[in-house]
């Protein structure tokens, strides 16, 4: 438990980090979401920017490091005329129906808070894919936290 404390601590610290550097060159339970597969970001020529966000099992809450990646995408997207697809995903356990369902619940809590933060709700577009498009196979928890996801597709 408190090793699961260190690693937030430690992963919300890096993020931070990131957004400070950034910044000066241009519910159901509680949940750990960490970043991934970082694209290049074209409005600024060296900036990268996380297009997915992690959940844990049976989880669309999001936390503190979810939401310093996310306020960095709203920055980006206010104001701008740019449509951005929310992919809701889930991992393989679970009915299927389950899994679409959570998967939507997941891309819905990312596109809300967006929208709170000044991004035109009419330019996300919310797609649950459920377990149907893993980003990882096998049936072990590696495998799982790296489909319980959603991603930012501009």
């Known amino acids: 438990m408190i090793t699961k404390a ?18 000066s060159s241009d519910n159901k339970g509680t949940e750990t979401a960490t970043t991934g597969t970082a694209v290049t970001d074209t409005s600024s020529s060296e900036a990268t920017l996380s297009n997915v966000v ?7 809450a999001l936390t503190a ?9 709203a920055d980006k997207l206010k104001g701008a005329s740019v449509a951005v697809r929310l992919e809701g995903h889930a991992d393989e356990r679970g009915s299927r129906e389950y899994n679409m369902a ?28 459920g377990e149907e498009q893993p980003a990882a196979t096998g049936s072990d928890e590696a495998s799982w936290s790296q489909n319980r996801r959603v991603e930012v597709k501009y």
Do not use: P, W
């Not at 490091?65 to 306020?71: D, F, I, M, P, Q």
């Open 54 to 60: 992690y959940f844990d099992f049976d989880q669309y």
């Open 102 to 129: 959570l998967g939507e619940k997941r891309a819905n809590a990312v596109r809300d808070f967006l929208v709170t933060q000044g991004v035109n709700g009419s330019s996300l577009e919310v797609v649950s894919f």
């Open 6 to 23: 260190i690693k937030q601590g430690l992963t919300l610290a890096v993020v931070m980090s990131f957004l400070v550097g950034c910044s």
């Open 65 to 73: 490091e979810s939401r310093a990646v996310l306020l960095a995408h």
